[in-house]
Structures are given as structure tokens and as C-alpha cells.
């Protein structure tokens, strides 16, 4: 059974960085499609980027794009998020999430799920 655990969020300013990580037990993430999301108080889920099995790379939101990147080490079975130039709005818990399939920008699409991160980008 894949188990997800995400790390690294905290308080940041704006303008700072963090990077997240994704870490995986139970089972290899390298037959896994692995998505970044965010959640907003008040606001739903939003998907943020994806990598595939093949290390192809899928960006859903266009307010982070240049400014986050996602990425996979697979020798640590872990999938990382880059987070640059960090708004107020970044504001979130951040969740990774894994499909046995392809890249998906849904979030019904995906089986297993992490607890999430919380990231706060304030002055």
C-alpha cells in the first residue's frame, strides 16, 4: 500500500522560496503519476503540476507557472515542488497525490493521498 507524506512548508515571506517534498513508503513511486495540489481556506482544491511515470511534466495553474516546478528523484522515491517568488495568495495546504495512471488535473482522479503541508506566505 503506497503511503504519501508530505514536508517543508512554513511561514515564508513574500518573494522567498520552499521547496516541498513528497516522500513515498509501501512501494516504489516509479510506476505512479505524481500531482502536486492546494487547498485554500474557504476555496477548493486546486490542481498545480504533475509529473509522469516517464518524467514528463504538466502544469495546471497559470498563476504558478515560471514559479513552481515540479520534480522526481527516484532513487529517493520522492517528487519534490519548487516554490519561487511566493504570494500571499500561495497561501495553502499542500497535498501530493498519486495515480496509477496518466497525468490528471482532477482531483477525483487520484487513489492515494498525503496529509499535506502547510505553507504561509506572510510578512
Known amino acids: 500500500q503506497l503511503q504519501l507524506v508530505e514536508s517543508g512548508g512554513g511561514l515564508v515571506q513574500p518573494g522567498g522560496s520552499l521547496r516541498l517534498s513528497c516522500a513515498a513508503s509501501?512501494?516504489?513511486?516509479?510506476?505512479?503519476?505524481i500531482a502536486w495540489f492546494r487547498q485554500a481556506p474557504g476555496k477548493e482544491r486546486e490542481g498545480i503540476s504533475c509529473?509522469?511515470?516517464?518524467?514528463?511534466?504538466?502544469n495546471y495553474a497559470d498563476s504558478m507557472k515560471g514559479r513552481f516546478t515540479i520534480s522526481r528523484d527516484k532513487a529517493k522515491n520522492t517528487v519534490y515542488l519548487q516554490m519561487n517568488s511566493l504570494k500571499s495568495e500561495d497561501t495553502a495546504i499542500y497535498y501530493c497525490?498519486?495515480?496509477?495512471?496518466?497525468?490528471?488535473?482532477?482531483?477525483?482522479?487520484?487513489?492515494?493521498w498525503g496529509q499535506g503541508t502547510q505553507v504561509t506566505v506572510s510578512s
Open positions: 497525490a498519486a495515480i496509477k495512471r496518466y497525468c490528471s488535473g482532477y482531483v477525483s482522479s487520484y487513489e492515494y
Open positions: 509529473i509522469s511515470r516517464s518524467g514528463n511534466t504538466f
Open positions: 509501501g512501494t516504489t513511486l516509479d510506476v505512479y503519476a
